[in-house]
């Protein structure tokens, strides 16, 4: 889309991202091992539901790998101030560089931001005008994902048929249970976090 790359070499915000493709993968791998085939194979579910899941699954990682490296909107070295927006700019004192007004300098990638939000430690990049949309799209795939993860978790013990055939795998058939509360687990801790920045982020824009 012509946009540039902006990366940031900063060791806890790959930690962070890296827990969370963790966290993306491990969902991905296990719930349709554990829950969506296996009930497909015996006829409780449509096909229509693992595809759902596994787009999902991708808008999800898409959109994060997207706002991770999106440029937040980075001020160059030499900006070029409009003469009629001249009374807007003002001077950063830590890059002792000209920025317009609701711009701020980030310690982390060590350059002012276009109308910049915060620095996500989640995505290691800073959310400002040039990627917050692609922040929301973050936060608005990873909800839908979080939350069709619970309902296959809760569905998996009390809704669907219970499964005729073993897993054959001895090591998901061993461990199902601790498998799918992790998952669990995991899914009310990630939606419970992203729906509360979702919503701080909506009313931001609102008001």
């Excluded at 040039?130 to 799209?137: A, C, K, R, S, Y």
């Amino acid at each position: 889309m012509g946009r540039r790359i902006h990366f940031v070499v900063d060791p806890q915000g790959l930690c962070c991202m890296g827990l969370i493709i963790f966290v993306w993968l491990y969902n991905t791998i296990f719930i349709p091992k554990v829950i969506l085939f296996p009930h497909y194979e015996e006829g409780h579910i449509s096909v229509l539901a693992i595809l759902c899941y596994y787009f999902c699954s991708l808008f999800c990682i898409a959109s994060l790998l997207r706002a991770s490296v999106a440029d937040p909107g980075k001020l160059p070295e030499n900006p070029k101030i409009p003469i009629t927006e001249r009374e807007y700019w003002e001077l950063c004192n830590k890059c002792n560089m000209m920025r317009p007004k609701r711009s701020h300098h980030c310690s982390r990638c060590g350059h002012c931001v276009r109308r910049m939000d915060h620095h996500c430690p989640w995505i290691n990049n800073c959310v400002g005008e040039d990627n917050h949309w692609l922040f929301l799209q973050l936060c608005f795939y990873t909800q839908i994902l979080s939350s069709y993860t619970l309902i296959l978790d809760f569905c998996h013990y009390y809704y669907f048929l219970p499964l005729k055939k073993e897993n054959w795998d001895v090591f998901v058939f061993r461990h199902e249970l601790a498998l799918l509360r992790i998952s669990a687990f995991m899914g009310i801790i990630t939606l419970g976090g992203i729906s509360g920045l979702f919503y701080t982020q909506l009313m931001g824009i609102f008001t």
